[in-house]
């Protein structure tokens, strides 16, 4: 079994930043590609960021500049760098998982609270 446990998420004005992290842990022989996903209250959950085993990335357009999404393969952990906030990125964000053991399984993380004041 694999656990994604995420922090760093919280309040703040806009214009301002947060860090996310989210951490893999359980039988992982590696992580092809991790990303953050969020859903605001009445939407449906959005791709925010992916990044593979190679570093390449990919992000939704609405965040593209503002948002940097990055990994460490040696920790399983995977990061969301987020800068001029936005009271529309307030949401719940999720961290999410393709990981190879056995076979290859989908993760999801518990979500963690993002809240921008205007």
């Known amino acids: 079994q694999v656990q994604l446990v995420e922090s760093g998420g919280g309040l703040v004005q806009a214009g301002g930043s947060l860090r996310l992290s989210c951490a893999a842990s359980?039988?992982?022989?590696?992580?092809?590609?991790m990303g953050w996903y969020r859903q605001a209250p009445g939407k449906q959950r959005e791709l925010v960021a992916s990044i593979n085993s190679g570093g390449r990335t990919n992000y939704v357009d609405s965040v593209k500049g503002r948002f940097t999404i990055s990994r460490s393969i040696a920790k399983n952990t995977v990061y969301l760098q987020m800068d001029g906030l936005k009271p529309e990125d307030t949401a719940v964000y999720y961290c999410n998982a393709f990981v190879v053991g056995s076979t290859v399984e989908n993760y999801w993380g518990q979500g963690t609270q993002v809240t921008v004041s205007s």
């Open positions: 359980g039988s992982i022989f590696s992580i092809n590609v």
